[in-house]
């Protein structure tokens, strides 16, 4: 089967918008084996759609459209599929109803065109829309088969993946071309895209199935899996060995699979170990609070995290020495292991955690470039201030500290910063 | 000049990553007032490819390439076009002793293929590359104009905005087709988008040139203006009279433009009244700090924010009555004022924000739900405090309570909060 993912809409012709859409509907479409051969862009414009539909015909077998199925008269996907394959349409009592009863329940005046989302091809199947008032559409002609798909990405892929890909899924399954073809992405952390491909040499030259693929990502590196085969049990343990495979040969570094975070796997490691947790942040401002108090339950171990921005709250709350600040400057090692031990003191934490640099731009000398920053780590008979020269924008710096901070604790929790 | 975009990459069209060189490149033309008919994707395949550059060559006479100009085999683009169109490929001297030198500055390796990069279409223009190994090439022939940019968003947009926007400019400016259009965005907050609308009847009902387009972005609405016309002065006029128009009706519901920020609205008063503050959350977490520390110099106004994540940090730094906390929740308007109090007091500050509330998941009651958050303002004679259910999941529900503490201040700091 063949694919063309067709999205309509002047306001991404226009650039308004972004086309994630054909994104999200091509990685469904893979998950089934269906490769996808164009994707195409066309506004609200009747001929142009007309020759965009007509074009796909002679190259593809399963058409997928996202927009232009809403209740005005620039809504054209819905007409111009019909009018192409010389279908009538007809109106659906079924959405009628929904429709009817969702405006009076919200008192909402009822607008006349909103009956045009009514109306279906002849023979095509109504898909309901869970998050809006235009339903989709599956019709199957020939040797094709239509998708068309509201243009909202929140309507749009509840939408695919509950309805479209079970029924493609039963298709492919009947003729015998069903593929099963899934992903797994494995999330390293302190190697390098470079030195993480030499270790992995012998694995990454032999692959096959699955294939691996590395990917820079700001500080970290994915490795995306993909395997492919008849069954999804086959292939999620073709996934399972080839990613223990290359576990086993770079151990900590993977700290996690597919939407895992690192202040997830942090929070799991502080959970399992039952260690409370307290922040002392200048430069990153919030941020490290911020990533640890987005996984849910971090009230577990998470006690305080204090941003003492100014000198006097590093003194006042953390009990720096003011004569440390004055003779090491607010941005050093120094200041950096007091304000990590005063934080742990004062929160009566089991490990904290302290952040001090120059997010820039400005503050910076010829000694003090923008982008230092000292982090320290404290814990019972433990203690750690490491040196970092960050670079990027003041966000991008308070993103790498951040993230150096969470790796610091990871590796501390792990029982491997003794070692070092 | 019609335009169509080609995107060349089978990663894109796997879904591993979004067209948004796509949206770019249809903005940037825009603003020429060239206007974009056809978005194509299509994979690093020879025969498709070769289709795609004929059909675009059939509805385009600007045909705009992102992609498959690097130095391996499957980097097609720029051999397929110049085969297509009959033209040679010849060496591009200049572009190879760049190369060269980039490889011995950097020490590496370099591989023979990378020579592939230094061909180009004769009588094409070189687009040097300022962060990538393959240059862009300009070629005309006829009436086409076809521009082939590298794939890598960071290559490719600077390359289009400071070599191709200037060549085509020129062009239109020679053949007399020369159109300025420009945006401008209105940032409105504390209005919904149908109220809104409702406000702006008159000139919504009236528009011309500029256009308006609201959009609801989160808890914020976004209006944008485009106007048209022969030189960007009288562009630039045309979107400030209507700016200007707007603004008299919304008043302080506008609060930026364009690539304005609210906790930027914020610093900007805060600085110009010469106040400082301090903050105190709960569920947010640190992420009202972490928003208004992305600020470059917010260390002139923000003296701490204290994430005072349990109870004893609570009653430890912010000296909350623990028994309040017992009789009425750590969620509750007598907690969150008393947080506002404290850190206000023990951080000196002129004003203090608190935010205390559900996120969830989990930690709900009946009484209780997740979204529910109390905000405390407080300052000299001032004081504050405001209930608010918000919805959504973790996540969203701290990008909510941050927001609405921003809007919050926001209106304190422009003495409207006394009023209600």
Not at 142 to 162: C, D, H, I, K, S
Not at 181 to 193: D, F, T
Not at 358 to 387: H, M
Request: glycine fraction near 8%.
């Amino acid at each position: 089967m063949r694919c063309e993912i067709i999205a309509v809409g002047t306001e991404l012709l226009m650039g308004q918008i972004t086309n994630t859409n054909a994104r999200d509907i091509a990685r469904e479409l893979l998950s089934l084996g269906v490769g996808v051969y164009y994707q195409t862009v066309v506004g609200d414009n009747e001929e142009r759609l007309t020759e965009v539909v007509k074009r796909a015909m002679e190259r593809a077998d399963l058409i997928v459209f996202s927009g232009g199925l809403g209740p005005t008269d620039d809504d054209l996907t819905r007409d111009t599929v019909a009018r192409v394959l010389g279908i009538s349409m007809e109106k659906n009592e079924e959405w009628e109803k929904k429709l009817l009863e969702f405006f009076s329940r919200f008192k909402t005046p009822f607008a006349e065109n909103n009956l045009r989302q009514t109306m279906i091809p002849r023979g095509a199947l109504m898909l309901p829309n869970d998050r809006g008032t235009a339903p989709g559409i599956f019709l199957e002609k020939g040797r094709y088969t239509f998708v068309l798909l509201p243009g909202p990405p929140r309507e749009m892929l509840p939408m695919l993946r509950a309805q479209v890909i079970p029924l493609l899924k039963k298709k492919l399954e009947t003729s015998g071309e069903l593929a099963v073809l899934q992903s797994r992405i494995l999330h390293v952390i302190g190697l390098g895209e470079s030195l993480l491909v030499e270790k992995l040499k012998d694995i990454l030259d032999t692959q096959d199935n699955p294939t691996i693929a590395p990917l820079a990502k700001g500080t970290e590196v994915h490795l995306r899996l993909t395997a492919h085969g008849r069954f999804p049990g086959e292939v999620q343990a073709l996934l399972t060995q080839k990613a223990e495979e290359i576990k086993s040969v770079l151990g900590d570094y993977v700290y996690g699979e597919d939407e895992d975070t690192l202040e997830l796997a942090v929070a799991r490691l502080l959970k399992a170990k039952g260690k409370t947790l307290a922040l002392a942040e200048s430069c990153t401002g919030g941020l490290l609070t911020h990533r640890l108090t987005n996984i849910p339950g971090s009230s577990e171990y998470l006690l305080s995290g204090l941003v003492t921005y100014s000198n006097e709250a590093k003194v006042n709350f953390l009990g720096v020495d003011p004569v440390s600040i004055q003779s090491k400057g607010a941005v050093s090692a120094e200041v950096a292991a007091e304000m990590s031990a005063g934080v742990r003191r004062v929160c009566g934490a089991d490990i904290s955690l302290s952040i001090t640099g120059i997010a820039g731009p400005g503050g910076d000398t010829p000694q003090k470039p923008v982008g230092l920053t000292y982090i320290s780590l404290e814990a019972e008979n433990f203690s750690l201030t490491r040196k970092y020269q960050f670079w990027g924008s003041r966000v991008e710096i308070k993103e790498r500290a951040a993230q150096a901070a969470l790796y610091l604790l990871r590796r501390f929790l792990l029982d491997k910063l003794k070692e070092e």
